[in-house]
């Protein structure tokens, strides 16, 4: 009787965790993560600000060197952090940073391409100061490759994958700190790194929008939220916003919508550095954020 109470105790228990998910024991990785993506083959793929996460100095915060590791959280003995078997580096082509340098990713924009390669647009200069660079990491060679940088540099964008395997570029600050690029997106094709300038009709509105959140919704379709917006360049951001914009890339003539904003659209709290997560359904869950 005793068994038989255990086992169906334990098989419950198994039950609840796969359909409400469990908490592990904490454990130690070798910096602090503040960029990670699951990667096809179930480790995880992170890197850090600075190799001295406990320094404030302005050399170490603004350390022009990405420290990046892989996490295999099946390796026996527990998770294994592993430093991957290069790190990134600017590209022979033109840029705002010496050739075949190290460079920051930190404060950059990330997505997953078709074949499972890590595409990386931008990084950090310094704080506001984007970095002009594109880059690959391949998981089944561990390996890093640069690519061809984009049209200005960029600081916090955001990067997301289109159907066709190419990556639209948003936001973020530029070569300048001042002349932001937040009203304008680019286009990569997933071909060596091509890239063309937006039209027209993919600019946003000027309005300021520091620290919004985006994601694909649907096929070819992309919807941003929040962030600042007091059209003051000179500061990061302006209070948050909860506006509402959608693009539909699948049309002749996209253009973001809607124009002006329609309240009933908007988020029901105003956020900036919020999570927006698509849900089998198709519906966007809205996390976070101040």
């Known amino acids: 009787m005793s068994t038989n109470v255990a086992s169906t105790t334990a098989a419950d ?3 609840s965790n796969r359909k409400i998910g469990k908490w592990e024991a ?4 070798d910096n602090v993560a503040c960029h990670a993506t699951l990667l096809p083959n179930g480790k ?3 890197w850090s600000r600075c190799s001295n996460p406990m320094s404030a100095s302005k050399d170490d915060m603004n350390e022009q060197r990405t420290n990046a590791f892989t996490i295999d959280m099946s390796a026996q003995g527990g998770p294994k952090c592993t430093p991957t078997a290069n790190q990134p580096k600017s590209s022979n082509f033109d840029s705002n940073v010496a050739k075949n340098s190290s460079i920051s990713l930190f404060c950059s924009g990330h997505c997953l391409q078709p074949d499972g390669t890590l595409f990386v647009v931008g990084g950090h200069i310094r704080c506001g100061i984007g970095l002009r660079q594109a880059c690959v990491y391949d998981y089944k060679q561990d390996l ?5 940088p984009p049209n200005a540099g960029r600081w916090y964008p955001s990067a997301l994958t289109l159907p066709d395997g190419s990556v639209l570029t948003i936001s973020g600050n530029n070569e300048s700190g001042l002349d932001r690029t937040d009203d304008t997106s680019t286009i990569s ?9 937006s039209k027209t009709e993919l600019q ?7 620290n919004c959140a985006s994601v694909t919704y649907d096929v070819g379709k992309v919807l941003r939220t929040g962030g600042g917006n007091d059209g ?3 500061n990061f951001a302006g209070p948050p916003t909860n506006t509402t914009e959608i693009i539909d890339l699948n049309i002749a003539n996209p253009k973001w919508q809607p124009k002006p904003p329609r309240p009933e659209m908007n988020m029901n709290f105003k956020r900036r550095h919020h999570n927006l997560t698509t849900l089998p359904d198709g519906t966007v869950l ?3 954020g101040t």
């Not at 890093?144 to 061809?148: A, L, N, R, V």
């Not at 094709?189 to 300038?197: H, M, P």
């Open 232 to 234: 003051n360049v000179n």
């Open 204 to 210: 946003r509105d000027s309005a300021v929008r520091e």
């Open 13 to 15: 228990e198994l039950a």
């Open 144 to 148: 890093w490759t640069p690519q061809q």
């Open 189 to 197: 094709s997933n071909d060596i790194g091509k890239w063309g300038l």
């Open 26 to 29: 904490p454990f130690t990785i």
């Open 286 to 288: 809205v996390t976070r």
């Open 44 to 46: 995880i793929l992170w």
